[in-house]
Structures are given as structure tokens and as C-alpha cells.
């Protein structure tokens, strides 16, 4: 069976890629971090996810990236509510070299388990703007593993960075997960949710969530009382 | 004062990258890590050399890379003792995407500091082979951070990777350390010290060392009842 490290977040993106993973045979190495993120309910939520969709192994790492701070998603700082999507500006939930910290370690795993593919959910089309999301940065990082490891040094195989949603509309990625039997009541997208884990409705990623369902004629199931 | 972010471990290389730094006239941002080394004791000694060259800030970042192993620096293997250095082989005491980690730390920490500057002593003449030390390696990390913040995409300033031993033998390594004024006796490079923080004299990294110092016609200090 061919095997893969998935960055998983127990949001709606990443529980989307591990479907299609699972659907192309993979066999899931998956990864998840403790991060000092304000909205740490999705590691539970990302436990659950693994655990549904029978990861081989579902790894958690603890880094503190609240000792550096400059993120509303890692400091004492105010998520934006309801903000203007189409605002081009970069906004204050983007976490300094988060998918960068988050790639280092897949690379670290990959070469442990030994396999040369990694899964991440980036998409470009309905985000928050981060440029750790774009696909010029996935190729760069690729082309920077394929020079970082034993591994690829040694000629063993190629690190491919994959992110299949990176084309997709948020609409279209619901649709996709849909088809593939994604219950997403059970997937967390907030960035501040309460201390139960309900989520906000009102930052970025729940915005972007509650229009993707909108388009497919649905309300997102996780304001419907099953997982909030 | 220019800010610059130096991964700093204690050993000969980043404690003279370090006091290259100085006669440089930078303010120097340390950043050191908890990474499961089984020669954690380095972690005390960069304590040490960041106070005796007054650094700016130092951070020591905890990072389990046991919880991946695959290396006899992070598992239960046995470190390789008197290697001959003319063997090509990647020795197993590489840490698979060890400086990918380290590096993308440091460019998270330059973001919050607001420093394009990225100093590590890698160096690849007297080196163990390990290939995210090599210059190629570090270009394409350079590309990568280039494409991957928010002060670089905004066009704030563009990440430079700076590698000053880079094509230093270790003899002039030391010649230039020396003539800066780094007391040698109070860095660390062995890979498997005693519990009391005694070298080995025997792994790759000792045996660099006692060449180096041979070579300016010394022994290591380190060897001299000083630090040992």
C-alpha cells in the first residue's frame, strides 16, 4: 500500500484531502500540531477525523508558537469578525512560517516513515490570503526538501508536496468531501471558537465555510446543533 | 543596530558564527533547541556562550524530534565512534530534516523580530556529510523563505540565509574564532558526552575538532580539564 503524511487540522480542507487520500489508496501517516493555537479544540476535533477516517497513524506534536507571538491565532490578540473577503491585506490570523514549521516536520516523518509524498489542504481560491498557502510557495518548499533529506540525497525518491484542493472553490471542495462521505459536523474550521468548541460564524475560515455550503444549497452542519 | 536570528547550539561553529556576528555589528537574536538530543547538555553551554557574547534575546524552542527517531542522535543507537571521515556515506547520526526545522524556526522568530537576516554555521569541508549543511541546500531554503512570509511578500525586505564558515576547513574555523576571541573551552560538540558533560574524543564531531585545533598547532581545550 502506497503511504503518505497528511498535515491534518480537523478542519474542513484537511478532512477533505485525507477523503481523497483514502479514496486514492493511500495508506495515512498523519500529522497534527499543538501549536498554542487559541482554537486548540481542533486537536480533538483532528483525533476524531483520524480515528473515522482510519489513519495508519496519527501523530501530535507540541511546538510553542505562542513564545513567539505576532499572530491573532497565537497571542493576545483579536480575531477579525465579519471582515471584507475581498480585502487584499494580510490578516492578522496568519501564524509567521506556520505551513513552513508544519512541512519541516511532514519532511522529518516522511524520511522516518519512508515514504516521499506529503498531502496538504492549501487552496488559493476561497482563503485568507496567507502565503504559505500558494502554490509558487508549495513548489519552492518541494524543491527545497528535494535538496534537505537523506532520503532524496541519496536518490531513494522525490519529494512531491501535494495539494489537491489548491485549485478548488470553497463550494467545490464541500461538494467534492460530500460525494466522498465527509460528515463535516464533525470538523471544526474556527479560528475562535467558544471553550465548548462552538464555532464564532463571524472570523475568516467560518465566513468562507458558511458560503461554500450556501453554494451547494446547505447550511453548514456545524451550526446546526450536531457538533457545536 | 542591524537585528539577526543565529541558530546557536553550542558548539565550536555557532559560537564563532556568533562572534563573527559581533565584529559585524549586529544585535544577535538566539535561538537554540530542546529537540531530544542525547547531548542535551549542549543546551546549558549555549546558555552559556549567548551570555558571554551578550546576545539580545535567546529562545530555546522544545521540539520532541524523538517522537519521530531515526537517528542515533534522537533514538537508541549507538553513536559511530572513531568513523573514518573519508567515508561518503551519510552517517546515522543525521537527524532527518533536522536544519529544515531549525530554519524554519528561525524564520518565524526574524518575522516577529523584524530581521531579514538568517545566520547558521554550517560548513562543508570538515563536515559529516549531512546535506542540509551544504550550500545548494541553503539557496533553495532561501528561495523557499522568500515566497513564504508576510514581510517578505509584502516586499518589506527579502530573507538572506548567511553561511560565513560555509567554506572554511575547520583549522581556519578555529584561526578565525581565536583571533575573535571565542574561548573554545566553553563551547561543546561532542555528540555523545558523559552525563557530566565530558566529550567523547571519538564521534565525528570530536574528531573534526582535535584535527582543527592540531592543525593551528593546539590541543582542544576541551580536552584540557577545563570544561570537561
Redesign the interface.
Known amino acids: 500500500m502506497k503511504k503518505a503524511i497528511l498535515l491534518l487540522s480537523g478542519g474542513l480542507d484537511s478532512a477533505t484531502t485525507l477523503a481523497i487520500m483514502k479514496s486514492r489508496g493511500y495508506e495515512v501517516y498523519a500529522i497534527s500540531f499543538s501549536y498554542g493555537q487559541r482554537h486548540s479544540i481542533e486537536l480533538e476535533v483532528a483525533k476524531n477525523v483520524a480515528k473515522d477516517l482510519s489513519v495508519k497513524e496519527h501523530?501530535i506534536?507540541?511546538?510553542?508558537?505562542r513564545?513567539?507571538?505576532?499572530s491573532a491565532l497565537t497571542d493576545d490578540i483579536d480575531v477579525p469578525k465579519d471582515r471584507d473577503m475581498e480585502d487584499e491585506q494580510?490578516p492578522i490570523t496568519?501564524?509567521?512560517?506556520?505551513?513552513?514549521?508544519f512541512l519541516?516536520?511532514a519532511?522529518?516523518?516522511a524520511?522516518?516513515v519512508g515514504t516521499f509524498d506529503i498531502f496538504i489542504g492549501a487552496n488559493v481560491l476561497d482563503y485568507s490570503g496567507y502565503?504559505?498557502c500558494?502554490p509558487?510557495?508549495l513548489q519552492?518548499?518541494e524543491?527545497?526538501?528535494n535538496?534537505?533529506?537523506?532520503a532524496?540525497?541519496?536518490g531513494q525518491g522525490k519529494i512531491k508536496i501535494h495539494a489537491p484542493l489548491i485549485e478548488l472553490s470553497k463550494s467545490e471542495i464541500i461538494k467534492k468531501g460530500l460525494e466522498l462521505g465527509v460528515d463535516y459536523a464533525n470538523t471544526i474550521s474556527c479560528y475562535d471558537p467558544s471553550p465548548e468548541g462552538k464555532s464564532c460564524g463571524h472570523c475568516d475560515s467560518c465566513q468562507l465555510r458558511i458560503k461554500g455550503f450556501a453554494d451547494n444549497g446547505m447550511s453548514d452542519p456545524v451550526f446546526g446543533g450536531v457538533s457545536g
Chains 1, 2 share one sequence.
Request: charged letters at 25%.
Open positions: 501523530k506534536i507540541d511546538i510553542n508558537m513564545s513567539f507571538g505576532g494580510i496568519y501564524v509567521p512560517a506556520r505551513n513552513t514549521i519541516s516536520f519532511l522529518a516523518y524520511e522516518v502565503p504559505d500558494r509558487e510557495y519552492a518548499f524543491d527545497m526538501a535538496l534537505a533529506t537523506k532524496t540525497v541519496e
